[in-house]
């Protein structure tokens, strides 16, 4: 039995932004693996909830036909890692997504956790941060006042703590059409386990190669757990821009990963092993991109 006060069933995303201005101290539950968790562990014990879970709308993968981001790709708050995993259109223009997506839990969890509950948590762990800041993932945010859209970088302000106030909530994520095209990535999780387990650090990379795959044209490295929120390598990034497809580029990006990252010592790891893991999985992350992308080394 989970100690919870009341429990509100949202009808729509206008509803659940109604249901948050009348209960101001309610916590919104998506697929629930989070909150439910810390209800049971006491954090929560004895909370309102606000229900999303029967909102449809906001599941699924489409492209926008038109309007200010045409063809770029929507990913619905409540699609579910194990429909991200397998989506076509996800395995099409984002595969690192995919990826990221089936490194989440086990099956049963990735049935019911939610993109929107990873990355409204706020934990830098979330194996979805990095990919969707790699990709430069705007967020749609809805509150009182309509919709409002927010880059991922800007979404993540703290430690556990998002831009979203506490009347709103995520809509959908986008993934605008200029970060996806001709563009390849990987994403490699490294933790204890191979299964069942966080992130001990999360490095997703994605590159864009000239048409001969001869250069780098652009290269973007983020990382989950290097910092207190999911962060981009600036350093790094720039470092490969325009430079040639070699070990010699890779590694120099890698290097310069380290001045952009932040990591701390916890009981899963030191920060002088995160460090090494940062510079060797950027190394194998920009690596395998430049192959996706149909670049020799
Ligand atoms: C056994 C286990 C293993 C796990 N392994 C992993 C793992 O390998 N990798 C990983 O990244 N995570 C892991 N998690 C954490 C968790 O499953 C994920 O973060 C998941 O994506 C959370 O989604 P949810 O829908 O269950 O979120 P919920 O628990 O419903 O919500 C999480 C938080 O987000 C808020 N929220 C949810 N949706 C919205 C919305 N649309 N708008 C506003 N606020 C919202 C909630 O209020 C809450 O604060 C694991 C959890 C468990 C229990």
Request: proline content about 4%; glycine content about 8%.
């Amino acid at each position: 039995m989970y100690d919870i006060e009341a429990l509100y069933e949202a009808q729509s995303p206008e509803h659940a932004v109604k249901l948050r201005a009348e209960h101001p101290e309610a916590v919104i539950i998506a697929g629930g693996s989070d909150v439910l968790i810390k209800i049971r562990e006491g954090e929560k014990a004895g909370c309102t909830l606000i229900s999303i879970q029967k909102l449809d709308e906001l599941r699924g993968v489409t492209v926008d036909n038109g309007g200010p981001h045409a063809g770029a790709l929507r990913i619905g708050a409540l699609t579910s890692f194990s429909h991200i995993a397998k989506d076509p259109l996800i395995k099409k223009n984002i595969y690192t997504l995919a990826e990221a997506a089936d490194t989440v839990g086990g099956p049963q969890l990735r049935n019911i956790a939610t993109i929107g509950g990873n990355v409204c948590n706020g934990v830098t762990s979330a194996d979805s941060a990095s990919t969707l800041l790699a990709f430069d993932a705007v967020m749609e945010y809805l509150g009182p006042g309509g919709k409002r859209l927010v880059p991922i970088k800007e979404h993540y302000v703290a430690a556990g703590k998002t831009a979203l106030n506490p009347d709103e909530i995520l809509l959908s994520i986008i993934i605008p059409k200029e970060s996806y095209e001709n563009c390849y990535g990987h994403y490699i999780k490294y933790a204890m386990r191979e299964a069942l387990d966080i992130a001990t650090l999360g490095c997703s990379a994605n590159v864009v190669l000239s048409e001969d795959k001869k250069n780098i044209l652009r290269l973007r490295l983020a990382y989950g757990v290097a910092g207190p929120v999911p962060l981009r390598a600036v350093s790094a990034e720039k470092t490969v821009e325009n430079k040639s497809v070699s070990e010699e580029t890779i590694a120099a990006a890698a290097k310069a990963a380290l001045d952009d990252i932040n990591p701390r010592t916890s009981w899963r790891a030191t920060k002088e092993f995160r460090l090494q893991l940062a510079e060797e999985l950027a190394k194998r992350a920009i690596r395998e991109s430049i192959k996706r992308a149909g670049g020799v080394l």
